[in-house]
């Protein structure tokens, strides 16, 4: 009985594949994720860099505003102008003072009845904290991925479980 399943298997009776087999598939590196190749780009750190540019712009615009209101003649004309949005300013309540501060940049004038208008932008705060939070996360997503490197070419160093002899320079 001369059977196939009863006489010896050879490479010839073996199936036909197409291509590599799966064990060249373990040789070959995988290619980087989305995420790596976002980070390898560079974008992270042009990200830092624009986040960085616009504290510094917003930051200056803001305390160019505190600056210019410095001089009490001048902090009650922007006040008087800022408040009272057509209206005739010897109806308007007596200006206390002008509350100044450089973190974040502000000028708030505070009137008797207690309204207080801030002559520095909204934008410009609210500005400083979105480009402060997207400063950080750039520089976090920076500084993880340079730590993920600098692990796996430790790792990378190790050979059969013993890690290699230092360099000498």
């Keep these: 009985m001369n059977d196939a399943r009863s006489r010896p298997r050879s490479d010839d009776?073996?199936?036909?594949?197409?291509?590599?087999?799966?064990e060249a598939a373990l040789d070959e590196p995988e290619p980087p994720s989305r995420w790596i190749r976002f980070v390898d780009d560079g974008?992270?750190?042009f990200a830092s860099v624009v986040f960085g540019a616009?504290?510094?712009v917003l930051?200056?615009?803001?305390?160019?505003?505190?600056?210019v209101?410095?001089?009490?003649?001048?902090?009650?004309?922007?006040?008087t102008n800022a408040r009272e949005d057509g209206a005739d300013s010897s109806e308007l309540p007596a200006l206390v003072h002008l509350d100044k501060g450089w973190v974040p940049p502000k000028a708030e004038c505070l009137w008797e009845d207690g309204q207080t208008i801030d002559l520095?932008?909204?934008?410009v705060s609210q500005g400083l904290a979105i480009s402060l939070v997207g400063l950080t996360a750039a520089i976090a997503t920076i500084?993880?991925?340079?730590?993920?490197?600098?692990?796996?070419?430790?790792?990378?160093?190790?050979?059969?479980?013993?890690?290699?002899?230092?360099?000498?320079?």
């Design 13 to 22: 009776d073996a199936p036909i594949t197409h291509g590599p087999g799966p």
């Design 43 to 45: 974008w992270p750190f």
């Design 54 to 56: 616009m504290i510094v």
């Design 59 to 67: 930051y200056a615009l803001g305390s160019l505003t505190v600056v």
């Design 69 to 79: 209101n410095h001089k009490y003649d001048d902090t009650v004309y922007h006040c």
């Design 120 to 123: 520095v932008p909204a934008f």
């Design 143 to 169: 500084v993880v991925h340079h730590r993920r490197q600098a692990r796996h070419a430790d790792q990378a160093d190790v050979v059969d479980g013993e890690p290699d002899e230092p360099h000498e320079r």
